[in-house]
């Protein structure tokens, strides 16, 4: 498929159910900055305590106090994302957006109620996953019990205009037969 | 050489028209005579026949003769509206007019040197013509495909809209959305699915509500 059909499909799928690809690379991405943020978090706390108390604290990851910690960070991440702007930071870049199942925006306390059931898709072997494959509106189960649904959110528009102007740019840097300077495009 | 009889016979006949005439009351005579009568036996047509009324027309100074009249007064006696106007038929006048050839002696140039344009333009209710625009009926025959292929405009937002990075996470996007699709295909393949599954819920679709 070409770079143009490509986009022109994009602007279709503008405010359509969010495909599991998109969704699993923003989870990815989430998963990703959320642990490297957990770690380094981990990291300070251990470079402040051995400045302040003289000797260095050692995080063992299987820790029951620690995978606690780490599950309330990963609620409060997830959960606040959704509750504030309905996205967190990888669905911000693959442009995609929890709502409610009818397409409204969500409220605080259905993020909230997002986050926290999320992990049961998780806890049924990966199962809870499957809706977004199979199910018609692609809801995964966390999706079904909080009322909500994944769609694409970026502006596809201002993205394909991007795209055709790009393409139309290398037309517009050719100098004219008058001997005009072409303009200077400073990327 | 003239008869000397004839001479005197011509004499005599002045001198008994002269006591005739001193004797004769013209004015009566004439009082008497039906001169009405006289006209209907004028075969008028013929004398106008006989009339040169070119070499009348050129002899005649028609200059003093219109200074003497006072076109004022007179058309303060004809009645346009009553008489002149609705004796017209205008319509059969505007059939008759070669609007094309009157047009193409219309010099528009000089026309709308004459124009001031400024003080058209003060008299214009913009307002009022916005009102009657259709504007987002107008926004929406715009092709904003082709504007942005076709012109500067490209152009600008290329340069105005992020760059690189923008550019790798719209293809990235891209990417993503393509291979959704692809997915979604084989799945709705492999369900056999009759009827074809929402693309949205349902306030997006109907427009209420942005994603």
New interface residues.
Partial sequence: MSARAQAALSVTAQGHYAGSVSRFLAYAIDLTVSSAVFALALAAISYIAKIVAGHQISWNRSNIVVAIIFVAWEFLYFGYSWAASGRTLGMAVLGVRVVRADGELINPWRGYLRALVFPLSFLLLGLGFLGILVQRERRALHDLIAGTAVVYAWDARAARLRFLAREAEPTARQPSVTGDVPAAHGR | MTDPLETMAQRVAERVIDLIMDVLDVNALVGRVDVNAVARRVDVNAVVQQIDLNALARSVDVNPLLQQIDLNALLDRVDIDEKVLRKIDVNALLDRVDVNRLLQRVDVAALLDRVDVNRLLQRVDVALLLDRVDINGLLQRID??AL???T????????S????A??A?????????????F??RW?QRA?RRKHP?????????NG????
């Fill in positions: 904003m495909d942005v292929e076709q500067d405009l490209g152009a600008v937002i290329a340069r809209s992020g760059g690189a923008s550019e996470l719209d293809a990235a996007r891209s990417q993503a959305v393509g291979l959704d699709q997915i979604d799945v369900l599954a929402p693309s949205a819920p349902r306030a997006l679709l209420q509500a942005e994603p």
